[in-house]
């Protein structure tokens, strides 16, 4: 187990650069890592509210999915690649073993931890990201082929087209 404290050092691996690392814990908890180095008041008051919404877009040329998610304006659209087949340990049937649809959002500047807060998804983006995750493993896919997958889909799409391409959801219905 371990401890995530605001002021403290992420216990984990940190994005290296700014932008979201979706990840699954150890114990199969879905945790977003918002990296933002050296924020403006703006930037900081965005993530300070939290996203207004998301949307998860399943890739049709590979298993990729992508979690967007939108905050108020001057951040807007971000997104976080995930595959579960990279992972080569028990977290992945941890989380699927689970009931929880929480989502722990930590925004870091650098390995600092700024804020923790806990979201709740929608139950129905929860279904489709497992359904989607059970594909996921299925196939696995190396490190070299996500890289590729995901330069193919950042060289077509931008986050804002990821997000209207995906099952959008706000904090408190579906909205697509």
Known sequence: ???????SSYPGPVPPQDGLLFEIGPGGDMNL???YRRPSQG???????????YSLYNDPDSSVLCWVYRYPSPVSFMDAPFHAGLYQDDRILKMLESVANVLTVCVL?????QSIRLVGLHP?????????VRKQMEAPMTRAAYNAAIDRIYRRLSSKELYGRGMIFSHRETLQ
């Open 43 to 53: 930037e900081r008051d965005a993530l300070g509210r939290g996203f207004q919404s």
């Open 1 to 7: 187990m371990y401890a995530i404290k605001v002021g």
């Open 124 to 132: 129905k983006a929860i279904e489709a990201f497992f359904s989607r």
């Open 109 to 113: 500047d650098g390995e600092l931890v």
């Open 33 to 35: 890592l918002v990296q």
